[in-house]
């Protein structure tokens, strides 16, 4: 089946440490998201791609990069993780034409 | 800017009860309206949604119906069942970057049924 997996499902770190989490589709879409989830906020987009030469900033960019090594992969990275990033993450695709997004099964992350 | 508010949760039912979750929006233009639906550790996964006003989107017993004139996109279920028990999040397509498809999300409705 046409799917969204994301690696790791869980990783705890330490304050200051480089952390990198993975997203991979095979649904064929262009377009990805990195959202995050914290409880009573909802989901907040943090960077989004139209294409693997367009990388765009959300809401919540600050202290995040991405990179989109191909048109399956996007890669979300905390340079120096702190712990109010401490979330449940989401990657999503969508369609160039659709607004309905489909999302991956999230990556939880704990910094202590 | 673009935004949906959601009924407080947590939200507690017996079986077979009438759910309502609602859900209202502020937005300019015209955008689509969504209800996704979380799982226990699992992502979210779209439940319905409806694209202009009057629209209604059903899915698996569950209703809503687009209400330009309340700005309202309520989630409606005539009996719920314990497998129901999730977290339901309202969303809006944002289109004011050219485009761009953004969703805005509202902050979600944990949901609970008691057999």
């Known amino acids: 089946d046409a799917d969204v997996t994301q690696t790791p499902r869980n990783r705890i770190t330490k304050t200051g440490k480089r952390i990198m989490l993975e997203c991979s589709q095979t649904k064929g879409h262009d377009r990805m998201y990195w959202y995050r989830q914290d409880p009573g906020l909802g989901l907040r987009l943090i960077y989004y791609s139209f294409d693997v030469k367009d990388i765009n900033k959300g809401e919540i960019s600050d202290g995040y990069s991405v990179s989109r090594q191909a048109q399956a992969k996007f890669s979300l990275s905390l340079e120096s993780a702190i712990p109010n990033q401490t979330a449940l993450y989401f990657c999503?695709?969508?369609?160039?034409?659709?607004?309905?997004?489909?999302f991956g099964p999230g990556t939880r992350l704990t910094v202590l | 800017g673009n935004s949906v508010t959601q009924m407080e949760g947590p939200v507690t039912l017996s079986e077979e009860a009438f759910l309502t979750i609602n859900c209202t929006y502020t937005a300019t233009g015209y955008p689509s309206l969504f209800w996704y639906v979380q799982y226990p550790g699992e992502g979210l996964q779209l439940l319905l949604k409806a694209t202009k006003a009057d629209d209604k989107g059903s899915n698996k017993g569950f209703e809503a119906t687009y209400r330009k004139e309340t700005t309202s996109f309520h989630l409606e279920k005539g009996s719920v069942q314990v497998s129901d028990s999730a977290v339901y999040f309202c969303a809006l397509s944002d289109v004011r970057i050219q485009g761009a498809q953004k969703l805005v999300f509202g902050q979600g409705t944990r949901l609970t049924i008691n057999p």
């Open positions: 999503a695709t969508s369609t160039d034409t659709g607004p309905e997004q489909f």
